[in-house]
C-alpha cells in the first residue's frame, strides 16, 4: 500500500513538472538560459511579497494569455 502511494506521488510530482515546463514554452521562454529563468521567478517571488496589486496584475495577464490560446 505504501509503495503504492509513493508512486502515485511520484507521478503526481513529474506532471507538476510537466506542466511547469509547458508554461515557460507557452510564454515564450522556452530557449531562455536556466539562470535567467530562476533569476526571473525569484524576482517575481520578491514582487509578490513586496507589491500589493501585482498578483492580482499579473494573474490577469496570464488569464487573458490563456483565453486567447482558447479561441
Same mark, same amino acid.
Given at each position: ?5 509513493? @508512486? !502515485?506521488?511520484?507521478? *503526481? &510530482?513529474?506532471? &507538476?513538472?510537466? !506542466? #511547469?515546463? /509547458?508554461?515557460?514554452? *507557452? $510564454?515564450? +521562454?522556452?530557449?531562455? *538560459?536556466? $539562470? +535567467? #529563468?530562476?533569476? $526571473?521567478?525569484?524576482? +517575481? &517571488?520578491?514582487?509578490? *511579497? ?5 498578483? =492580482?496584475? +499579473?494573474? =490577469?495577464?496570464? =488569464?487573458?494569455?490563456? /483565453?486567447? @490560446?482558447? !479561441?
Amino acid at each position: 500500500m505504501q509503495r503504492n502511494t509513493a @508512486s !502515485e506521488a511520484r507521478k *503526481k &510530482d513529474t506532471r &507538476d513538472k510537466i !506542466e #511547469l515546463g /509547458g508554461l515557460i514554452v *507557452k $510564454a515564450g +521562454l522556452r530557449y531562455e *538560459k536556466r $539562470a +535567467l #529563468l530562476l533569476g $526571473a521567478l525569484i524576482e +517575481l &517571488d520578491r514582487r509578490l *511579497k513586496e507589491e500589493p496589486g501585482e498578483r =492580482a496584475r +499579473l494573474t =490577469a495577464i496570464g =488569464a487573458e494569455a490563456f /483565453g486567447k @490560446s482558447r !479561441e
